[in-house]
């Protein structure tokens, strides 16, 4: 599949070819139901508890005698019916991850990709052109993109950025929920399936190719833990760009 790549001129700056394993695929929707289901239960802390009967403090005698008051009868003020007594069968901390084989989880992906490049809805930029950090001017290109309507609620963009480009992720990271940001080993079908957009640039192109790409997939183990995206939009870009620019220092 060939996609016409923009420059910030909004004009054409030429063709890129989609790889048909990763672009052009028939959607799964039973998979990427699955997996999206799966990514989001893992990010459950499963912390909720309540106390049983036998856990809250107190009732230890019997509130009244059995016969002669003309009330119902009560054991103990820690039964479920009485206000601040256990609960019945109340939630407990609990595991809600699921173990997803990593075919499923690219397969999702692919499938998601796929509907978005089907859709039009596959961007790819010639080069972001920011050179210092500005919100105001990652505003400029994606208005060039057509993808920040003045007149209208902009759609759900993500963004799939290099970790060492700083200056566009610092740029970026301002523009509120409508605008996500990613790494390119970091993009997943949840994150694919609730944006309008998806915007690569070459560079990020060819890295999720390679990563994503069937190609790719030969020789991992079916069996593996799923990978779960960091997906913390924006604020994990410095840590991402920062602990980057550390390693190239030493």
Not at 20 to 42: I, K, R, S, Y
Not at 57 to 66: D, E, I, L
Not at 201 to 220: C, V
Request: proline share 5%; no cysteine.
């Amino acid at each position: 599949m060939k996609l016409a790549v923009t420059a910030l001129t909004g004009s054409k700056a030429g063709d890129v070819e989609l790889p048909d394993d990763l672009f052009g695929v028939e959607p799964n929707a039973a998979v990427m139901h699955q997996v999206v289901t799966a990514q989001l239960a893992h990010r459950r802390a499963g912390t909720h508890s309540t106390k049983t009967r036998a856990e809250v403090a107190g009732g230890g005698s019997k509130p009244w005698r059995q016969k002669g008051t003309g009330r119902a009868r009560q054991g103990s003020i820690r039964s479920p019916q009485w206000r601040g007594g256990g609960i019945a069968h109340g939630p407990k901390p609990r595991d809600y991850s699921q173990r997803t084989p990593k075919k499923m989880i690219r397969l999702a992906l692919q499938s998601a990709l796929s509907d978005r490049a089907a859709d039009g809805r596959v961007v790819v930029i010639d080069a972001w052109g920011i050179d210092e950090p500005k919100t105001k001017r990652a505003v400029e290109v994606l208005e060039t993109l057509g993808l920040r309507p003045k007149d209208e609620r902009a759609p759900r963009v993500l963004v799939v950025l290099d970790r060492l480009e700083r200056a566009v992720w610092l740029s970026f990271r301002n523009l509120g929920d409508r605008v996500r940001i990613l790494l390119p080993d970091e993009l997943n079908a949840y994150d694919v399936l609730v944006s309008d957009y998806v915007v690569f640039s070459k560079a990020t192109l060819d890295a999720a190719t390679a990563r994503f790409g069937t190609s790719s997939s030969e020789d991992e183990d079916d069996d593996a833990e799923p990978e779960e995206s960091t997906s913390e939009p924006i604020a994990s870009g410095d840590d991402v760009v920062l602990d980057a620019e550390e390693e190239d220092q030493s």
